[in-house]
T-cell receptor, first 114, second 118 residues
């Protein structure tokens, strides 16, 4: 059974700091990995998608890496801003046993202090 | 708005009542997912459709839960005889799956329906 773990569960940083969020997964039989942002009481916004054959993807101040063999992904946020405060979720799209569902971690709650 | 749309955004119901939620996916997306999320947890998979066919259901989806996607467009999720433990955010997502390029399949989520059972 695929399990996704995100560390840390919560992170508080001062504005301007660079930071790294971690995601690990137990089964490497995945099509891709997606990072999402979730604001309180809202739905999920897709930030980045990394295909299983890719090593990293970048969008603005965000950079996500993927090491499928070790079951790890990181989300790097450069020059953090208060508006980055949210919960960040990673999810893998598995293909084990014919199932293609997304399996999520519990998220990292990020607070960026002005 | 061309994103995933969910209705209603909020629902308060008494225990034992039936509720139905609707999800309108992004136009022409062939895959539709339902997830449930409780406070402090990541979304948990409930079920997904490929066009109108329901391909997988989680064990979380008890016999009180039913989902449909008639004609492969919008979907409904019904909960019968609601219980307090059903209180959660219900999220819908859609994807356009290219079977020759599955790794490039991206999921897009709606704003969710917040259910409170009192």
């Amino acid at each position: 059974k695929q399990e996704v773990t995100q560390i840390p569960a919560a992170l508080s940083v001062p504005e301007g700091e660079n930071l790294v969020l971690n995601c690990s997964f137990t089964d490497s039989a995945i099509y891709n990995l997606q990072w999402f942002r979730q604001d309180p009481g809202k739905g999920l916004t897709s930030l980045l998608l990394i295909q299983s054959s890719q090593r990293e993807q970048t969008s603005g101040r965000l950079n996500a890496s993927l090491d499928k063999s070790s079951g790890r992904s990181t989300l790097y946020i450069a020059a953090s801003q208060p508006g980055d405060s949210a919960t960040y979720l990673c999810a893998v799209r598995q293909f084990r046993g014919g199932s293609e569902k997304l399996v999520f971690g519990k998220g990292t709650k990020l607070t960026v202090n002005p | 708005d061309t994103g995933v749309s969910q209705d209603p955004r909020h629902k308060i119901t008494k225990r034992g009542q039936n509720v139905t939620f609707r999800c309108d996916p992004i136009s022409e997306h062939n895959r539709l997912y339902w997830y449930r999320q409780t406070l402090g947890q990541g979304p948990e998979f409930l079920t997904y459709f490929q066009n109108e066919a329901q391909l997988e259901k989680s064990r979380l989806l008890s016999d009180r839960f039913s989902a449909e996607r008639p004609k492969g467009s919008f979907s409904t999720l019904e909960i019968q005889r609601t219980e307090q433990g059903d209180s959660a955010m219900y999220l819908c997502a859609s994807s356009l799956v290219d079977f020759g390029d599955r790794a490039n399949t991206e999921a897009f989520f709606g704003q969710g329906t917040r259910l409170t059972v009192v």
